[in-house]
């Protein structure tokens, strides 16, 4: 079982070269990130280079985040910031080599927003297919994120489906589906060739996958049974330095 430091949470303390140089030492076969636009691609190439790890995923701008933004690609009012985000993700994956890009809905709801996501989503995997990046879109839960646009698998399906692109997929975070929906074993299963990436936290405080209501070696087992052989990204919030939190890693190297 492979796994990809979330250098959005980890190692923050560091920047975000070095968090790849620290997420190597620890033994994770790879990373992904959130928003990594601070740091020039060229320094990130060159770590990952140099590591031989895959920056597995990033996200598009989520806008002003101080001001409640938490994505822009489903505002029907901010089409242009939209598009903007998704071409500055897809010009930092490509000269990253990183593999999936999480375009972010934002907060909103409605016929006018879904038609908005859809649009932008289609700009988004026409503008990625030639460079072989995949465009994930993330249910997250209500609590972290009120009013996100994006809440259900249920959602997510439909939204897939009327984009009808072949390379969007969800990304199934364990945490925000076991709060929102449950029923974690049977959605994996049935949803399995619709997920492109699988994220990982304890529920529900959100640290290191070894506590709280989700037996993740009942889980993760059940993922490999499935036959998902791609590194599953550990996307918590260690609470402590890192490298303390990481008891549950070492069981599967
Ligand atoms: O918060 C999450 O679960 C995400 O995966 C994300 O990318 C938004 O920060
Ligand atoms: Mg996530």
New binding site residues.
């Given amino acids: 079982m492979k796994f990809s430091a979330n250098l959005?949470f980890l190692w923050r303390e560091l920047d975000l070269s070095d968090a790849i140089r620290a997420a190597k030492q620890a033994g994770f076969s790879d990373v992904e990130c959130?928003w990594p636009y601070d740091t020039p691609a060229k320094e990130v190439r060159e770590a990952l280079k140099e590591t031989g790890m895959t920056m597995m995923g990033l996200?598009t701008h989520p806008g002003d985040l101080d001001d409640g933004d938490f994505g822009l690609c489903a505002l029907p009012d901010r089409m242009d910031e939209g598009r903007a985000a998704i071409d500055q993700a897809v010009a930092y994956a490509n000269a990253t080599g990183t593999k999936c890009i999480?375009v972010?809905a934002g907060k909103s709801k409605g016929a006018e927003a879904a038609k908005a996501f859809v649009q932008n989503l289609r700009y988004a995997c026409e503008r990625a297919a030639p460079f072989g990046i995949t465009i994930l879109i993330?249910p997250?839960n209500t609590y972290?994120v009120p009013g996100y646009f994006l809440t259900s698998t249920a959602e997510a399906q439909r939204i897939i489906d009327m984009v009808d692109e072949p390379n969007i997929k969800i990304?199934f975070?364990c945490?925000?589906m076991q709060l929102m929906q449950g029923d974690l074993s049977n959605t994996l299963r049935d949803l399995l060739p619709k997920i492109g990436h699988i994220?990982i936290a304890s529920v529900p405080d959100r640290a290191q996958p070894d506590h709280g209501e989700l037996d993740y070696s009942y889980v993760l087992q059940l993922i490999a049974d499935l036959g998902y052989s791609a590194p599953i990204g550990a996307?918590y919030k260690p609470g402590k330095p890192t490298d303390q939190t990481l008891g549950w890693l070492k069981k599967y190297l």
Wanted: no cysteine.
């Fill in positions: 959005g959130h996200n999480h972010m993330e997250l972290d990304m975070d945490y925000h994220q996307e």
